[in-house]
């Protein structure tokens, strides 16, 4: 949008500070704690100032506030203030719609940290397995964060002057996941399995199970209960030259600025499911008959035991900015009510951006998550004009115009923006202002270079059958993750032949 915005940061700080600060809320929790550095020296030329900080922000939960730590907390009279179902297996043709808690939850053979036994009334669930989730949930990241930041200036002469200014951010933040579990064991029935040993309504033994579900706290698996771990980078620096020439005041600066980050985090896994519902029984009414671990469904983890149903999954990405700026503002000419002010600009830019799911997650490897690769670079252009017109004393108009280029695969080009204001002061007190702008979306990066993109579903896909085949006859990908691609063809309805498959399975 066209328009001009200027931050100016605190500069020529003469002397060096320390501050330190540390909270605590009325509960007890919530602790904050912070360490500040900051200084700097300056002369007749030159001008230095930094920052150090480090903070430290602990974790807050729904549990840490007596207020809302309990479904009990709910002010609604017509609330269900019951606790939740968290392990579930839901049956059908039967007297309640749960199953097993009565055999499997929190049993003397089969402890679990939270859960109890209890009776829900409403929708036939009956007897049930879970505990009061309330408590459970995140309401601010446990996060460290460490940066730096540092400005220099330096006079080479009365109108001329060199900057530099740069910062560094480093934060680590762990939250919780509670990963949610769901145990899709007939994908080809909707996730429908036969279960010979449950008791129906008509008093024999056998019925549909038509979903299974269980919460993890992440207590269960973790020492400080925060299941999601977050690490970000943040860096950024820019320097060049600036200054006055024939009453005019000009900059010239190149930019850097870079961001990283890594997302890990516990997520139920496709082996995991198969451990979990055993070998195929045989088909009741087109479903297949299972006879799962409940035992394992129901009971508690720890660290070592969570691999039985779940693993590490991470996401990473970066994106970046390369810029070389130039402006120049001052006083055009006089007017009546002033001088006409104006400022130009113009900005090359360079930039890119990466997100890379783990490959396990585009193998479709984890029950029910799937991800997206993004991966490309652009150049963008933008030039821009601003001027100030004084009209009175207490009025005057702002008018703007900004044209940006993107050189990447939208192909989009150029487009022109611009905006009108006016500026009514009547007194020191009292401003009043209005505008009329234009503005466009620019191409958006992350849709623009999407890649290989993971996906659940059964239609028979001609394009991806293509990629197959060309797969199978060349061993090229033609702009697919190979390996991805490969467990498509292999597990798709892409009306491959069984000879094909066979050879991607022993190439792949």
């Known amino acids: 949008m066209a328009g001009v915005v200027n931050i100016i940061t605190k500069k020529g700080i003469d002397g060096h500070f320390i501050d330190a600060k540390f909270g605590q809320d009325t509960y007890g929790k919530g602790d904050k704690k912070s360490l500040t550095f900051v200084g700097g020296t300056k002369s007749d030329k030159l001008t230095f100032d930094y920052a150090l900080e480090y903070k430290k922000e602990d974790a807050l939960l729904s549990g840490d506030r ?60 009956g007897p049930s397995c879970g505990w009061d989730e309330t408590g459970d949930k995140l309401l601010r990241n446990e ?17 001329m002057s060199l900057f530099a200014n740069g910062f560094y951010i480093q934060q680590d933040k762990k939250g919780r996941r509670n990963p949610f579990l769901w145990g899709h064991l007939d994908s080809i029935h909707g996730g429908n399995f036969w279960d010979p040993d449950i008791e129906n309504k008509d008093g024999g033994y056998g019925a549909p199970v038509k979903y299974m579900w269980r919460v993890l706290s992440d207590d269960e698996y973790t020492d400080d209960g925060l299941g999601r771990i977050f690490n970000d980078e943040s860096l950024s620096f820019n320097f060049g030259l600036r200054g006055e020439v024939a009453g005019f005041y000009y900059s010239v600066g190149y930019s850097h600025a870079n961001y990283d980050f890594a997302d890990r985090y516990l997520s139920h896994t ?48 970066n994106s970046f900015n390369d810029t070389i700026t130039a402006d120049l503002s001052g006083d055009l000419f006089e007017l009546p009510a002033g001088p ?47 001027f100030l017109v004084p009209i009175t004393q207490e009025l005057s108009a702002e008018a703007a115009v900004r044209y940006d280029y993107y050189d990447d695969a939208s192909q989009v080009g150029g487009a022109m923006t611009s905006q009108l204001g006016l500026t009514y002061k009547p007194t020191e007190q009292i401003v009043i202002r209005s505008a009329f702008g234009t503005t466009f979306r620019g191409p958006d990066m992350s849709s623009l270079y999407q890649g290989f993109s993971g996906n659940f579903g059964s239609s028979n896909d001609r394009i991806t059958a293509d990629a197959c085949r060309t797969l ?24 491959l032949t069984s000879n094909n498959i066979s050879r991607l399975k022993a190439d792949f």
């Open 66 to 125: 007596p207020f809302h730590d309990s479904v009990w907390d709910n002010p609604d009279p017509d609330a269900n203030k019951e606790v939740n179902r968290s392990i579930t297996v839901w049956a059908e043709n039967t007297e309640y719609r749960n199953q097993y808690s009565k055999q499997f939850c929190n049993t003397d053979d089969n402890p679990h940290p939270s859960a109890i036994q209890h009776f829900v009334s409403r929708n036939g669930y």
């Open 340 to 386: 006409l002010q104006f400022s130009a600009y113009i900005e090359l830019m360079r930039e890119g951006t990466r997100a890379t799911p783990d490959s396990r997650i585009l193998n479709k490897q984890f029950v029910g998550l799937t991800g997206v690769v993004t991966d490309g670079e652009r150049d963008r252009y933008a030039a821009a004009f601003e």
């Open 472 to 495: 199978i006859n060349t061993q090229q990908a033609g702009g697919y993750n190979a390996q991805a691609l490969a467990h498509t063809c292999a597990t798709g309805d892409l009306d």
């Open 143 to 159: 996060s460290e964060t460490y940066s730096i930041y540092l400005n220099s200036e330096y006079a080479l002469s009365e109108s």
């Open 270 to 317: 496709v082996e995991g499911n198969k451990r979990l519902k055993g070998p195929k029984l045989g088909e009741v009414d087109g479903m297949a008959v299972y006879r799962p671990n409940y035992k394992l469904w129901f009971g508690g983890v720890t660290a070592d035991s969570v691999s039985e149903l779940m693993d590490w999954s991470t996401y990473d990405g």
